[in-house]
T-cell receptor, first 115, second 113 residues
């Protein structure tokens, strides 16, 4: 049973560029959440996707956008990259049916470096 | 607003010694609480969770946590630490009905031989 997978593992971009990160949820899960983890900090919630729509969003600017596909996989897009966007981006999957009590399972993350 | 505080940024214990990592939460209703562990360069692995019922929760790798509503705490414990337990530990609380997690800043555990 495959867990949550993310690609790529590492990414280096320059300021102003755009980036796309990808996530495949754990088998049987239908909800994907994205988190940003800056160095030395706890993960911060970016947004959550369910039924191909953004269901909830954290305090992140519109430069951060996402998408969920019919197979439940998801993409995170960041436009006009800033140095401060350098972080580990974590994807987590869960099952919407169980709501707040469901456990989120995390992928290994994508390390984004903005130069 | 909901929040999680982990008062200890860094803790060092000797191998074989007991461990307690502190977590305090701020949440109006019954909290759903989690502890995750993160090894260097890795994602988060769930150690244990509390939703309701018995306030002492058992997890993987010999960890346990106790929910104390009166103290708004959910401290993580292990009776005997192994060198492989060295990692970053995060406490988290669910916010709202969609499972959004709010994390503490994390505690780095170092294990001395």
């Amino acid at each position: 049973d495959a867990g949550v997978t993310q690609s790529p593992t590492h990414l280096i971009k320059t300021r102003g560029q755009q980036v796309t990160l990808r996530c495949s949820p754990k088998s049987g899960h239908d909800t994907v959440s994205w988190y940003q983890q800056a160095l030395g900090q706890g993960p911060q919630f970016i947004f959550q996707y369910y039924e191909e729509e953004e269901r909830q969003r954290g305090n992140f600017p519109d430069r951060f956008s996402g998408h969920q596909f019919p197979n439940y996989s998801s993409e995170l897009n960041v436009n006009a990259l800033l140095l401060g966007d350098s972080a580990l981006y974590l994807c987590a999957s869960s099952l919407a049916l169980t709501g707040a009590t469901d456990t989120q399972y995390f992928g290994p993350g994508t390390r984004l470096t903005v130069l | 607003a909901q929040s999680v505080t982990q008062p200890d940024i860094h803790i060092t214990v000797s191998e074989g010694a007991s461990l307690e990592l502190r977590c305090n939460y701020s949440y109006g209703a019954t909290p759903y609480l989690f502890w995750y562990v993160q090894s260097p360069g890795q994602g988060l692995q769930l150690l244990l969770k509390y939703f309701s019922g018995d306030t002492l929760v058992q997890g993987i790798k010999g960890f346990e946590a106790e929910f104390k509503r009166s103290q708004s705490s959910f401290n993580l414990r292990k009776p005997s630490v192994h060198w492989s337990d060295a990692a970053e530990y995060f406490c988290a609380v669910v916010s709202g009905n969609t499972g959004k997690l709010i994390f503490g800043q994390g505690t780095t555990l170092q294990v001395k031989p």
